[in-house]
């Protein structure tokens, strides 16, 4: 029995040795790769292991082999370092933009040991929330230690020397966003570091850098004007060009108190260009005739939140009252929220062939009572057109050397009755003139450019003339020279408006001395 159990021992080495003769040589374990982690500011990588443990079957390392992803799919080899080099840093390659990943293995005198599970860094990217002041982190998970990351610590420093900063906040390892308040136009750099369960190690991403910068607001914004007129009111507004702001309106309130117009406040116009400089509302025409609208522009930053208001200026309702030749103009005030100088200007307009150009008739600044009346006396007789125009022009008076606010209201025009005389007594025959009148024509005086019809009566009731713009020279229709004694008259004066004013009276016929 023992001298079999012998020969068969000494048959199984014999049939080992044979059969080795013809296996390759064991290749050797593969390392334990424990981390990678990145210089933040450069972004190159620094890798981790430890050797593998020790197995007689198995050769020894004799160095150690780095891998990188190859464009076609496996991996590549890019450096060995030699059997008691436990760490390498790879100044080629980097993580800046994105994660990059590692594989080892142990090289053996003929083969390398089959390749370690790949490790890939920490990438993390940041995001500027202007509207919610904040800035949103994220990053993709730690590759290479599975679902054992304990948290993930977030530094963030306001320059590039990351191993001064401190941490910010820290998340469990399961996440991977965060967000943190920051101030706008400000410089934040950020890296993420990962911490192993149940180990002391930590392994850090790129640092990623953004800058909080907010759109510029414009530095000024004003409504430099309002034209009132029929049936629109132009808005004349000014923005600053280098403004970064691309959401603007104009709007328009029924009254100056911001508390009772916020209600009813009518958004008229939006518009991104900040060259703009022109609106004109055509809403709601027959209303601005009889109450002043309030406008002002707004501006708002990307977040739709309005972050500057121009200055509010409204429009002037102008009203004239005729009373004879003294039409009496009043108007409404200019608002001023600081308080300016108001300085109003009244112009004219009359008629006589045509319009003649706006006369500055009257001036003052700050009044009480705002309004006028008008003396169109020396009109008379001047062959005027029967109506007068009023406009109105308030200036707000900035100072500082800048332009003044202008409201213009629309021009509203006074009616005036035309005084009418008319003479007594004409003589056919005479060549006399009086006040530019010859005597021997019977036709009315008028105070202001009218047409008129005259009709003539006989003391039984005949016409015996009729004319249109047309004075009577005494004569029968037959062309006969009317007899000496009284006739009757009726005139009608019609205006430029289509007024008719009637008149009657008698008109005597005598003969005097030849001249």
Aim: proline share 7%; charged share 20%; with cysteine.
């Amino acid at each position: 029995m023992y001298i079999k159990k012998i020969l068969t021992t000494a048959l199984l080495a014999y049939a080992m040795g044979c059969f080795a003769q013809n296996d390759p040589e064991p290749k050797p374990l593969q390392p334990a790769f424990t981390y990678l982690t990145l210089n933040p500011g450069t972004g190159n990588a620094t890798l981790n292991w430890t050797p593998p443990s020790y197995n007689p079957l198995n050769p020894e390392p004799i160095g150690y082999i780095i891998y990188e992803p190859f464009e076609g799919g496996g991996w590549v080899p890019i450096d060995t370092v030699e059997a008691n080099v436990f760490t390498y840093t790879d100044l080629i390659n980097n993580g800046l933009t994105e994660s990059i990943r590692y594989v080892l293995a142990s090289q053996g005198p003929d083969e390398p040991s089959p390749l370690t599970p790949p490790h890939g860094s920490i990438n993390v990217t940041a995001q500027y929330d202007s509207c919610g002041n904040k800035i949103d982190i994220a990053w993709n998970h730690y590759l290479g230690w599975g679902n054992r990351i304990d948290y993930y610590n977030i530094y963030i420093g306001e320059d590039t020397n990351w191993d001064n900063f401190t941490i910010a906040t820290t998340v469990p390892g399961t996440q991977s966003i965060a967000y943190y308040e920051v101030l706008p136009n400000r410089d934040y750099y950020i890296y993420v570091e990962a911490k192993k369960r149940d180990e002391e190690l930590y392994t850090k991403s790129n640092l990623t850098h953004i800058n909080t910068k907010i759109a510029n607001a414009p530095q000024y914004m004003y409504v430099d004007s309002i034209i009132a007129k029929d049936n629109q009111n132009e808005i004349h507004f000014t923005i600053d060009p280098n403004t970064e702001f691309r959401k603007f309106r104009v709007v328009r309130w029924d009254s100056s108190d911001s508390i009772s117009s916020i209600f009813n406040a009518k958004k008229l116009y939006e518009f991104s260009d900040p060259n703009t400089i022109f609106y004109a509302d055509t809403s709601d025409s027959w209303a601005a005739r009889s109450r002043p609208f309030y406008y002002k522009i707004n501006a708002y930053n990307g977040c739709n939140r309005l972050k500057k208001v121009s200055n509010l200026l409204n429009t002037i309702i102008i009203r004239a009252y005729t009373s004879g030749n003294k039409p009496k103009i009043t108007w409404d005030k200019l608002y001023s929220s600081q308080g300016n100088t108001i300085r109003y200007y009244l112009y004219r307009i009359s008629y006589q062939e045509g319009a003649n150009p706006p006369e500055q008739i009257y001036q003052v600044d700050n009044p009480i009572e705002t309004e006028y009346i008008d003396d169109l006396s020396i009109f008379e007789g001047q062959s005027y057109q029967p109506y007068f125009c009023y406009y109105v022009e308030a200036h707000e008076i900035i100072g500082g050397g800048q332009d003044p606010r202008i409201s213009r209201s629309r021009t509203v025009c006074s009616q005036v009755n035309p005084d009418v005389a008319m003479p007594n007594a004409i003589d056919p025959l005479s060549t006399i003139m009086r006040e530019g009148k010859p005597r021997n024509i019977f036709a009315p005086t008028i105070s202001y450019k009218s047409t008129y019809k005259l009709i003539i009566y006989s003391r039984g009731g005949s016409v015996v003339f009729e004319g249109n713009s047309e004075g009577w020279n005494g004569r029968l229709p037959n062309g006969q020279l009317a007899p000496e004694g009284t006739y009757v008259y009726k005139l009608e004066v019609i205006s430029e408006s289509k007024k008719i004013s009637s008149k009657t009276g008698t008109v005597t016929v005598i003969y005097g001395p030849k001249q």
